[in-house]
């Protein structure tokens, strides 16, 4: 019973209340008798595993795969320690095969800062010359690249209700087709009519594509930096992972091996939240929305008054959310353990100590999660049916 889930199944049981906010009352008075504690996994049996998987990788010049083992072989060490200098070194060479010339020395400098003894210095520096001769400009191969470098201009003005929006759109509603975007202009094939930072994001296939891109400002890079408590962030620089930490990842870096779920909730609540400056106005507002009809017209004046307040329009996701559904069991306990964890982060709490109303925040936000990474899981279904039909 070592995961985070089987913990909480174990622990906490609900069944037998009514309602929702019963449910969460009954978890949460659990969690103040019987807290979890979730352990830090890091191991450096398991950074000198991936080591040597990274070797074998090596030598079947898979240098992609041997990148990846390195990558993860960082994220069970502590920081500035002999294995990570070691580790650092070898993804610099992976990387210089893979011609990444630029990251390749970052990752060696890396490696020489941290070195703990002289032999492996001259090691390191051994290296680093060798990488020099292969990389004599710098810069120019496209596998350095940042993919999201590129970004357009709105083909039209900008929409003066829907920041990011082209004005040749607009919000409309009718009975039969409910909340939609329609077209005011002729729109030309090519035409940008949106441009817009994620809220937050999360990595929920942590084999596929993450060690690969920065946790923060999502740029494509391959010297990642792990976060220096957990072992599952990683960064392309100092600068964003001590922007990460600030905005978000210093509450998920308290208690480790959160799902991908819970890490991208608390990501979502510490961002609309403005760190827990605007807690009191999200609680206030969930409690506007327990009590809104199923009115269509209603939903639709919510939305569009709000559009330009990042906490209401992301919590209006969940308007049409249903109460005590048996499906959001799952999501009941772990709302009731986050807010039971957040009730120590005194920082982030700022005082506030109605712990339930904290709960049913987290709750409408695990609502919002899951309905839309179900979308994201019939789209790409609708996809791949499709494409097999087409073939």
Avoid at 3 to 14: C, D, I, P, Q, R
Avoid at 205 to 229: F, G, I, S, T
Wanted: net charge neutral.
């Amino acid at each position: 019973m070592d995961s985070f889930e089987e913990k909480l199944a174990f622990l906490l049981h609900s069944d037998t209340a009514k309602s929702d906010e019963d449910r969460l009352k009954k978890c949460i008075d659990q969690l103040f008798e019987n807290p979890i504690i979730i352990d830090d996994t890091r191991s450096i049996n398991n950074a000198i595993m991936f080591n040597a998987k990274a070797r074998t990788a090596m030598s079947n010049k898979d240098y992609e795969g041997a990148a990846d083992f390195y990558t993860k072989g960082l994220q069970e060490v502590v920081p500035y320690c002999e294995v990570s200098a070691i580790l650092y070194a070898n993804r610099a060479t992976a990387l210089g095969r893979l011609k990444m010339y630029e990251e390749s020395l970052i990752d060696i400098d890396r490696a020489i800062k941290i070195s703990p003894n002289t032999e492996l210095t001259k090691n390191f520096k051994d290296i680093k010359m060798e990488l020099k001769k292969e990389a004599p400009r710098p810069n120019t191969n496209p596998n350095n690249r940042n993919h999201f470098e590129d970004i357009p201009s709105l083909s039209h003005d900008e929409n003066i209700d829907i920041s990011g929006m082209s004005n040749a759109v607009c919000l409309f509603h009718r009975i039969n087709y409910g909340i939609y975007f329609q077209a005011t202009k002729t729109l030309r094939k090519g035409d940008v009519i949106l441009i817009e930072k994620p809220q937050a994001t999360s990595f929920c296939q942590p084999d596929v594509a993450v060690a690969n891109m920065c946790h923060y400002c999502l740029k494509w890079y391959r010297a990642l930096l792990p976060c220096e408590q957990c072992n599952s962030a990683l960064y392309c620089s100092k600068e964003c992972r001590a922007k990460a930490y600030e905005e978000y990842h210093r509450i998920q870096c308290n208690s480790k091996n959160f799902p991908d779920d819970v890490q991208f909730v608390i990501t979502l609540l510490m961002k609309i939240t403005e760190n827990g400056k605007k807690l009191t106005e999200a609680i206030k507002y969930c409690e506007e929305l327990d009590t809104m009809n199923a009115d269509p017209n209603k939903e639709f004046c919510t939305i569009r008054d709000n559009l330009k307040n990042n906490l209401k329009s992301v919590l209006n996701l969940s308007i049409s959310m249903k109460k005590n559904d048996k499906k959001n069991e799952k999501n009941i306990t772990k709302s009731a353990y986050i807010a039971s964890f957040l009730r120590n982060q005194i920082n982030y709490l700022q005082g506030y100590k109605d712990i339930l109303g904290i709960a049913k925040l987290l709750f409408r936000l695990f609502y919002i999660f899951h309905a839309h990474a179900s979308l994201v899981s019939i789209n790409q279904f609708l996809s791949a049916f499709l494409s097999n039909r087409c073939d």
